[in-house]
T-cell receptor, first 110, second 114 residues
């Protein structure tokens, strides 16, 4: 079964601390993995995708096929990083539908 | 570019009524997706449409739910005879291409069934 698991509902850190939001997936094949972010009162937006291998707003995520994980990391959290983060996958085929995890709320305290 | 527009933003219906949710994709986008988010859950795929065609409706409930994306005008998600369990946030996303193109999301419509 295709599934995305985000084990933490809430992650609270202080400004300047490292952040790791966990994401594990279950998919038989070669999925594409994404992180979407929703800031307060804003719409869901793409943060990064594994194929682009970019660092966006200081965040990185590496696809680990052996552990079927795609954890999101940032070495030094900022208050403006506080938001809801969703991990998602898109399977093979041409329908593009995204399978989302339940999300992790990141709170960064000053 | 106003992005994906959804209306209404909030919709209240009584049990048994019909709900119509509208989605205007990003200008030039011909691919539309509908997702539903129940409380405390992630977004769940419902249906994928291209202009005038339903491509994948594997996430749509078999009864009472339908979707369309006409040649002209917005995409419509229609829920007939709503029940309390239909209360959720419904999100629309659009993309310019198939094959894992980036999806741009609308602000969502929050449906409350009394």
């Amino acid at each position: 079964a295709q599934r995305v698991t985000q084990p933490e509902k809430l992650l609270s850190v202080f400004k300047g601390a490292p952040v790791e939001l966990k994401c594990n997936y279950s998919y038989s094949g070669s999925p594409e993995l994404f992180w979407y972010v929703q800031y307060s009162r804003q719409r869901l937006q793409l943060l990064l995708r594994h194929i682009s291998r970019e660092s966006i707003k200081g965040f990185t995520a590496d696809l680990n096929k052996g552990e079927t994980s795609f954890h999101l990391k940032k070495p030094f959290a900022q208050e403006e990083d506080s938001a809801m983060y969703y991990c998602a996958l898109s399977g093979q085929g041409n329908t593009d539908k995204l399978i989302f995890g339940t999300g992790t709320r990141l709170q960064v305290f000053p | 570019n106003a992005g994906v527009m959804q209306n209404p933003r909030h919709l209240v219906r009584r049990r048994g009524q019909e709900a119509r949710l509208r989605c205007s994709p990003v200008k030039g986008h011909s691919h539309v997706y509908w997702y539903r988010q129940l409380p405390e859950e992630g977004l769940k795929f419902m249906v994928y449409l291209q202009k005038e065609n339903i491509i994948d409706e594997s996430g749509m409930p078999k009864e009472r739910f339908s979707a369309e994306f006409p040649k002209e005008g917005p995409s419509i998600l229609r829920i007939q005879q709503v029940v309390r369990g239909d209360s959720a946030a419904y999100f629309c996303a659009s993309s310019s291409q198939g094959g894992r193109g980036e999806q741009f999301f609308g602000p969502g419509t929050r449906l409350t069934v009394l």
